[in-house]
Structure formats: C-alpha cells, structure tokens
C-alpha cells in the first residue's frame, strides 16, 4: 500500500482513514464493550486503559457522577460507556469516523446521551475555557508530529482543579524492527523527515506514526502548567520486548 503525496493529503487524513481499516478488520480498541460490561459498570465494577495491559487506579478519577469527561481520541466504545454509566456527562472526540461510530452504537444500545465529535486534535479544540472535569487521553500521540500544542489545549479546556489522564508510548518500539529483535531505527522516529520510514509504515498500513521522548511527553505537561500527580509504566503486553519485562509505555495523572 502506498499512502501517497502528503502535499494532496494530510498525515492526520491518512491516520483516520488507516484506523477506520483497522476497525473494519477487528482492531482490538475498536471493539465496543458489551452490555454485561456495561451493567457491572453500573453496578461499581469497572476498569478501563490508557495503555495496553494495566488497568488505571480508579483512585485517579474520582466521583465521576454528573462530571463533565472528554475522551480524547478516546474513540471505539470502551471507556466512555464505563464512565457514562458512572454519571459522568461523556463527550468523546477522535478523528476516525468509525471509533465515533462505536460510541453511538453504544449509547444507543444502552440509552445515555453523549456528544460525539469526528475531528482532529492537531487543531484548537472546539471547546470552551474550563469546560471539563477531566480528559481521558488513551495512547494515540504517537501518531502526531507535534505534542505539546495538544498539553496546551488540554490545559485550556480543563477546569481548575480537573484532571488530565493519559498514556504514552516512550518510543523504545520505534527503535527496534518488527520482531523487536534488532535495533534498527535512530530516534526521534519521524517519517516526514525521513521518506524510507514511511514507506515502511505504508508496506504495513500502519499509519503514520512519529516516536516521543520523555522531555515531550512528560515535560510538555509540565510546561503547559499541570502538576503530575501520579506515573506508572507498562509493557506492550505482548512480544519480545514484553517477554523481557521492558517498559514502553508510561500513564500519568496531572492535575490542573
């Protein structure tokens, strides 16, 4: 597969026509959860990710009954549904038509209202100063060129006080090859600077993805004006690097 001419197409276009492929073909954060998740939801038995094995402490949230709760690229059906059913007054925004589609189907399944957004967070947010309680930010920077516009944006739309959850790939996988067997990638991981990485990533149809560092992704927080709260890390869950136990991704809770 080739993506073509990035001067006829943006790489966020390509990025939400790429996910909507991987939800045609099962992606497993594009699966909605099902009604008997829904109900222990109701019934205080939940869990949701910000990366891919470990369940987010549920001290991080809170009471979320009659909370205002952006999900933020949050798309597919599985954490806005947890926290509608917790009270929480839900919006989700994501840039691929079907990860919305998923969070309709199941509002519309379980009957709670939520205001579904297809758009893209590389761009101001179309929403007010201070309208949120908290933003929920599964990992998905990785595949946007520049972070800390996104930190800023948050911090914006966040109340005093609110919370900003995230998870994060740290970049280790975009050094190694597909086994993660080899080191075979000098970062920053950037395939607009470098045409060869997005032929790789179009031969796969991976999207197009950019490696972060810490000093991006943690102090961009910072810098924005949030205060860490809390950190842990987490493996991809699956793989060589996962079988060795080494850390890939990190999840933070910052406070405005």
Not at 65 to 78: I, M, T
Not at 97 to 103: A, G, I
Request: glycine share 10%.
């Amino acid at each position: 597969m080739k993506y073509g001419n990035l001067e006829e197409k943006s790489y966020q276009d390509i990025n939400s026509q790429v996910i909507d492929r991987w939800c045609e073909d099962g992606w497993e954060w594009g699966a909605p959860i099902d009604h008997e998740t829904f109900v222990r939801a109701k019934n205080g038995d939940w869990n949701v990710l910000l990366t891919p094995t470990k369940p987010v402490p549920n001290r991080w949230f809170g009471n979320l009954n009659g909370k205002r709760v952006l999900g933020l690229a949050s798309g597919g059906g599985q954490q806005m549904p947890v926290f509608s059913a917790l009270g929480a007054k839900c919006t989700v925004f994501d840039y691929s038509r079907l990860q919305c589609e998923s969070d309709r189907l199941v509002s519309e399944r379980e009957g709670y209202e939520i205001e579904i957004i297809q758009g893209d967070m590389t761009k101001p947010l179309p929403f007010e100063d201070e309208t949120f309680d908290l933003v929920f930010h599964p990992v998905s920077n990785c595949y946007i060129r520049e972070v800390e516009p996104v930190f800023r944006e948050v911090f914006r739309i966040l109340k005093k006080g609110g919370s900003f959850l995230g998870g994060y790939d740290i970049g280790i996988n975009y050094a190694f090859d597909e086994d993660e067997t080899k080191l075979c990638h000098r970062l920053p991981y950037d395939p607009l600077s470098d045409p060869s990485l997005m032929e790789e990533l179009a031969a796969c149809d991976d999207g197009v993805q950019f490696s972060h560092t810490i000093d991006e992704q943690i102090g961009g927080q910072l810098k924005a004006g949030f205060t860490l709260k809390e950190i842990y890390g987490d493996t991809n869950g699956s793989g060589n690097l996962h079988d060795h136990n080494v850390t890939s991704f990190i999840a933070t809770w910052c406070v405005k």
